[in-house]
């Protein structure tokens, strides 16, 4: 179940950012300090909805515990064209492998593209990610890209690059149809 942030969620941000394992392809293993979350994660998290309740953040649920176990978000990424957003996920390790990244994404890749007339999804991860590029292909998306970008802070698996993958609403469709 996905809803949106609230002021109250710092706790299962920390809890989730705290597991070198998750924050293993973005930080290398590095928690995010609890006080970056209070000042500027969840704050921009909250700002998304503000704004715009169509794109932003989204607290992921589990229905049967009513667990906090992740966030999605479904966004225009920095510097794309209008009309293209970038969906992205982080799910606590104890929830990887049960296919809520997957259903998930399906979910945000299905809003785009009914309800927000969005023409391109993409997404993107470390090259060598490979649980997150499986979860990609099967939310429908394909490999599109890959690109070498500095990293301000290196990290292991930093030289094979970054991919991007993508899916546009025409082909969204017709997979749709079969």
């Not at 906090?68 to 492998?97: C, I, K, N, Q």
């Amino acid at each position: 179940m996905l809803r949106e942030f609230t002021p109250h969620d710092v706790e299962h941000l920390v809890e989730l950012d705290a597991d070198p394992e998750v924050m293993r392809y973005i930080s290398g293993g590095r928690p995010t300090p609890r006080e970056r979350i209070e000042r500027d994660v969840l704050p921009r998290f909250l700002s998304y909805h503000e704004r715009s309740g169509d794109a932003g953040f989204w607290a992921t649920i589990e229905k049967a515990s009513g667990r906090f176990v992740g966030w999605f978000h479904l966004r225009p990424a920095p510097g794309s064209p209008p009309g293209e957003t970038e969906l992205g996920y982080r799910l606590r390790r104890d929830a990887w492998g049960k296919g809520y990244a997957t259903e998930g994404s399906r979910a945000l890749v299905r809003k785009a593209f009914t309800e927000l007339g969005v023409r391109r999804v993409t997404a993107g991860t470390m090259a060598v990610n490979e649980r997150s590029r499986r979860v990609m292909d099967k939310a429908g998306l394909r490999l599109a890209r890959t690109v070498y970008r500095p990293w301000p802070d290196p990290i292991e698996g930093t030289e094979h690059g970054d991919v991007e993958y993508a899916i546009d609403r025409d082909e969204w469709r017709r997979r749709a149809d079969q």
